[in-house]
C-alpha cells in the first residue's frame, strides 16, 4: 500500500519562507516521480514542480521555479519543497503526489498521478 505524507503547512507572514516535505512509503522511490500541488479556495488545482528520483530531473509551471525550489533526499523517500518570498497568493491547500516511474507522460509531467497526500495549509497573511 502506498501512502503519502506531505507536512509543513503553516500561517507565515508575506516575505517568508517554509518548505514542505513529503515521504512516500510503500514503492520503490528512486525512479518514483513526486509532485507538489496547489489549491486556493475556489480555484482548480494547479501544478507547482515535480522531480524525477531517478535522475534528479526537475519540473516547474512556468515561473515557479523563481521563487519555489524542489528538491529530493533519496535516503529519507522525501521530497521537499522551499518557498520563500511568499505571497497572500500563495494561500492555499498544497498537495505532494506519487507515482511509479518517469515524470514527463504524455508531454507534461504533471498528469497521471494515482497517489497522493491529504494536504497541508499554507496561509500567507500581509
Known amino acids: 500500500q502506498v501512502e503519502v505524507e506531505d507536512r509543513g503547512g503553516a500561517s507565515v507572514q508575506a516575505g517568508g519562507s517554509l518548505r514542505l516535505s513529503c515521504v512516500v512509503r510503500?514503492?520503490?522511490?528512486?525512479?518514483?516521480?513526486v509532485g507538489w500541488f496547489r489549491q486556493a479556495p475556489g480555484k482548480e488545482r494547479e501544478a507547482i514542480a515535480g522531480i524525477y528520483t531517478g535522475t534528479d530531473s526537475t519540473y516547474y509551471t512556468d515561473g515557479a521555479n523563481r521563487r519555489f525550489t524542489i528538491s529530493q533526499d533519496n535516503p529519507a523517500n522525501k521530497v521537499y519543497l522551499q518557498m520563500n518570498s511568499l505571497e497572500s497568493g500563495d494561500t492555499a491547500m498544497y498537495y505532494c503526489?506519487?507515482?511509479?516511474?518517469?515524470?514527463?507522460?504524455?508531454?507534461?509531467?504533471?498528469?497521471?498521478?494515482?497517489?497522493w497526500g491529504q494536504g497541508t495549509q499554507v496561509t500567507v497573511s500581509s
Open positions: 510503500g514503492l520503490t522511490f528512486m525512479g518514483s516521480c
Open positions: 503526489a506519487a507515482r511509479i516511474g518517469a515524470c514527463w507522460r504524455r508531454g507534461r509531467w504533471d498528469v497521471e498521478y494515482p497517489y
